[in-house]
């Protein structure tokens, strides 16, 4: 029943057109003719994603030598006094958005044939000959997007909220290439858990729901052979799933695919993508100890599978002992929030099934759920301090009370008062994501604090808009806003998809339980 | 009467195909998938001018970065040690062929925009990410030229002389391109002083007949607006002479198409330029001083034209007080061998006129000649010391006796006896470049001495072949084989037009007078 081939050729018919606007720089030209060692800062306004195509000429004699160029593409100014040669971080450095490259014939123009994602981009002359001058007469970009911008309706709201909802938006739009890009300066593939995100974001601004479904069938069109959704994959030069295998991310694809069905009403798909989704179900009880009905505490076989696909500082950086990845924090136990998680989305594909009629089944789930979240109160609750907690360690995290928030594990009261309790713990575990802070506010929202939601979303997103943000971070630390955890902000995604979602709650995406 | 547009029409009918072949490497080949850092040496066997693909794919997981590569595209293997970083020169350093460049999908067949000149390529990984390993699994060059290789006969002689023969033949072979190149690798254009001895050798040896009358028919219509020839031209974007005039460069003009007319028995052609032939004659008198009937030492006028079109750094290191090049050696005094090389080509004007059956204005031409042989040999000859000498510091040199010796200024023996007293004359200004060593061959054979002329011939040219030349290079001093005017063999041109006379001399194109 290997129904990959038919999922990816759903998919492939969902391929949206790409809509091209033609954009030219707001400031940086004119400019004078330029000599060796000269450079020009082009700023485009805005972040885009395009191909960039500038029309060169020469003042002075008829050129005699090759003009030899580096060209530096920045999503923020922060990345414009960050050099290659200067970066030693673990991420490779083939990211960094810089080319050199020749000019064998003048006047010309020079169409670039990678895509790049930036607002600025600076043109320095590495060589050019005595006898003339390089002049940068015009420069275009062709900046372009799967968003459809007339889909949009318009935001009302204050002046702080419509001015980080344009920043959401930007922030989406700019991800809504072919898929939805994760980033599209780094890492430019699909990934589950920032698809979900995107997808809820999506439905309350452009409504890309084809965009969505075509996501939802790469998904599936890439799983392994046992049926296991990678955490993310790759369409070019064909569909392939990254040997990257997250246990909360394939569940998460049950609460899309739930999403989904719900927004859409298309039951056909959801009837469809039914079986994949359920799958991860099945695939998920290799996480749990029979006996405690827990997830154990690092999981020694996604362990195995994950060391596979990394090299050895990848190892020491970013792989821990669970199958789950819940947050960047490396130090985060992730036990219990990754019970919290399978309990979020075995409702969700109860929902799911509610949905679709489907009933076979959903006593057996309705079940565990019941077990697993006595088990959770039982086991991980610890009812003197109001908090769960996780592993062995029994560490208190964020992390942990957010997602027995969204589990709906404790009554309302009770939930509220870990989330009360772990601000007032200076030892928590803290959150570093803008993916764990959407889930921070969207419990807020849950649990019917609005008011709450609203001030932690406006403070933690405004914070990057102060900065001057055009889009919306993959990591932000209000703390330490120059923070990268890559050793250098030229590597870093200043438009990810994960961080995009106040769009969703400022244009009321949000539900209390 | 400005017949330019017409004569740009006829060079662009001329236009040859280029004839392609396909080139792998002869060794690098299979060779394991690249870390960072790694790199890898392709050998293509010989020199060659074209096009690479690399055929890349990897060797690991599915890449999850871009891959940023170096290639260094190299003539000779001195090259390969020397860097951009560390080249300091005053010739553009945007010459040097080495790219950067990013790699988005694997496998992928790379094909390089840019045309090279090279027979050692290396691929540098700059960076590729912990999960992959590039691996080239394939590399081939389109390697392009005009000459027409059924043309070429098979050489007779010595094993050192066929040796040399076959390294000459391949540097005209590289440099017949869409005209004859001066450099493949660097400078890519068309000078008259270098397509005369390409011209000659091609006669000998590919019979390019029609490239060379496409050439003097692109510098009949890149002429200025007084009718005088540039020293160079471009052809891309479209045809224009360089701001750069040499005398002798101009007057060899006549001698180049005097060459094609008695070689091919192109009447008509002959016809067509005979009037930019006798121009630059008529031009020429700007540089003779009326009353002494000699060459100016220290052309004013030429100075000023030639100065406009340089920077300062080339002013300093490369104009000098005459309108004559003659020679690579800046120290040296061009006066004498000005006033030959107008004899010389004034000489070659009435052979033009002979073959054309022109007597008009032929009388007067014979008698300048009578009157400014005349002069040299009263006023340039030091009777005493059987020598010419030039300027007003009487400066002995090499290029000034070859000059006379070519221009039949005195009798044979006193004509050897001036060749064989410079050689003693341990400060006499030395000759440095091919293109002057070859009219030092080129007399001594006019002057009935082919055993001499052989022999310094396959010393000079054969220094090279035992360095391991596939090309014969721009310069190249015994003494000091490692030396670059540049700074640097980065930027030298190990495949050189003027260079490649050997072929034609030992195919017996010299003739006595």
């Known amino acids: 029943m290997d129904r990959r081939k038919e999922y990816l050729e759903k998919a492939d018919l969902l391929k949206p057109a790409l809509r091209v606007e033609r954009v030219r720089p707001v400031a940086g ?13 082009l700023d485009f306004g805005n972040h885009h994603v395009g191909h960039v195509t500038l029309k060169l000429n020469y003042a002075g004699s008829h050129p005699d030598a090759p003009v030899w160029l580096r060209l530096k593409f920045c ?30 014939v003048l006047p010309c123009e020079l169409s670039l044939p990678r895509r790049y994602a ?23 970009l062709d900046s372009t997007t799967s968003a459809d911008d007339g889909a949009l309706a318009p935001f009302e ?8 909802d344009r920043v959401a938006v930007r922030t989406l739009r700019s991800c809504m290439q072919d898929f939805f890009e994760d980033g599209p300066k780094r890492d430019r593939r699909l990934w589950l858990g920032d698809l979900r995100l995107q997808a809820l974001t999506s439905y309350a601004t452009f409504h890309g729901d084809d965009l969505v479904k075509r996501c939802l069938y790469l998904f599936a069109a890439a799983a392994g052979d046992d049926g296991q959704l990678t955490a993310c994959l790759f369409t070019e030069p064909k569909l392939e ?10 569940l998460l694809f049950i609460s899309t695919l739930k999403d989904y069905v719900a927004h859409t009403g298309d ?12 799958r991860q179900l099945e695939l998920s009880e290799s996480y749990f100890d029979p006996q405690t009905q827990l997830v154990r505490d690092g999981d020694a076989k996604s362990l195995t599978r994950r060391q596979q696909s990394k090299g050895p500082e990848n190892q020491a950086n970013m792989v821990d ?57 039982a086991r991980l609750y610890d009812g003197e301090r109001g908090l769960f907690v996780s592993g062995t360690d029994r560490q208190v995290s964020w992390a942990s009370q957010v997602w027995f928030a969204l589990a709906d594990v404790l009554p309302r009261e009770d939930a509220l008062r870990a989330l009360e309790n772990v601000a007032l713990d200076g030892e928590a575990a803290i959150m570093v994501s803008p993916y764990m802070m959407h889930h921070y506010v969207d419990a807020l929202y849950h649990l019917g604090c609005p008011e709450k939601a609203h001030q932690v979303m406006m403070d933690y997103w405004g914070g990057m808009v102060r900065l001057g943000a055009d889009t919306f971070f993959e990591l932000y630390n209000p703390a330490n806003p120059d923070e990268s955890p890559y050793g250098s902000p030229i590597v870093n995604s200043y438009c990810h998809a994960w961080s995009c979602t106040p769009a969703y709650f400022l244009r009321g995406g949000a539900k209390e339980r």
């Open 118 to 140: 930036f607002r600025y981009l600076r043109v320095e002359v590495l060589a050019v000959s005595l006898k003339f001058r390089l002049a940068v007469e015009d420069a275009w």
């Open 157 to 164: 709201g204050t002046p702080e909220e419509a001015a980080i």
């Open 321 to 377: 002992q669970s199958a789950f990845f819940i947050d960047w924090n490396l130090t985060l136990n992730k036990q219990a929030a990754g019970q919290a998680v399978w309990i979020y989305c075995t409702r969700d594909a109860l929902r799911l099934m509610a949905l679709l009629h489907e009933t076979d089944g959903a006593e057996a789930l309705r079940q565990r759920i019941e077990a697993r979240s006595a088990a959770a109160v």
């Open 267 to 278: 039951l056909e798909t959801g009837r469809d993508l039914l079986p994949v989704a359920l």
């Open 241 to 250: 799933g990254d040997d990257n295998w997250m246990a909360d991310y394939a």
């Open 75 to 104: 999503e923020s100014p922060r990345e414009l006094n960050e050099t290659v040669e200067g970066y030693k971080g673990w991420i490779s450095k083939g990211w960094i958005q810089e080319e050199q490259l020749h000019i064998d």
């Open 29 to 41: 030209l004119p400019a004078e003719p330029m000599a060796e060692g000269d450079s020009l800062l």
